[in-house]
């Protein structure tokens, strides 16, 4: 059974636009291919085999997107009482900072912009929370305690 993955209907654009521009950089690998070809030996020439990489990684990135988007699932933005995925949450951070993460997919996270996975440590622990809840967390620094301040 194929595997959902949860992505913000932002997130699914951008799955697709990158898809469709590695259909495009396909063509242009395979006619380096063909250049490459006409230098003749190929067990020694290194723009065929650049050339090969590429189409090679170019192309597990196409299987890899294709399927994301078969298998993507809409997050929609939650108005809820507690955290959960769609969700922005305002967290106070060992009793002084405060940060704000949105509840994102694993394709989507990106902790220096504030969006952390469902499936990281933090995600995990703040899923199902409510507003005043406290948690620690442990965390590659190290145990950190969060104080849920607000859901959005």
């Known amino acids: 059974m194929p595997q959902t993955h949860f992505v913000t209907e932002e997130g699914l654009q951008k799955l697709k636009e990158e898809f469709e521009q590695l259909k495009i950089r396909r063509l242009e690998i395979a006619k380096s291919i063909e250049e490459a070809k006409q230098l003749g030996d190929l067990s020694e020439n290194a723009s065929y085999t650049e050339a090969l990489e590429a189409q090679s990684f170019n192309e597990g990135r196409i299987v890899e997107l294709e399927d994301l988007i078969r298998n993507a699932s809409i997050i929609e933005k939650q108005f809820t009482e507690t955290v959960e995925l769609g969700t922005t949450v305002e967290v106070e951070v060992n009793g002084g900072d405060r940060r704000s ?52």
């Open 101 to 152: 993460y949105a509840i994102v997919g694993s394709q989507e996270a990106n902790p220096a912009e504030g969006r952390i996975s469902n499936e990281s440590p933090i995600g995990r622990a703040l899923l199902g929370k409510r507003k005043g809840d406290a948690i620690d967390v442990k965390t590659p620094k190290g145990m950190m305690g969060y104080k849920v301040v607000s859901i959005k």
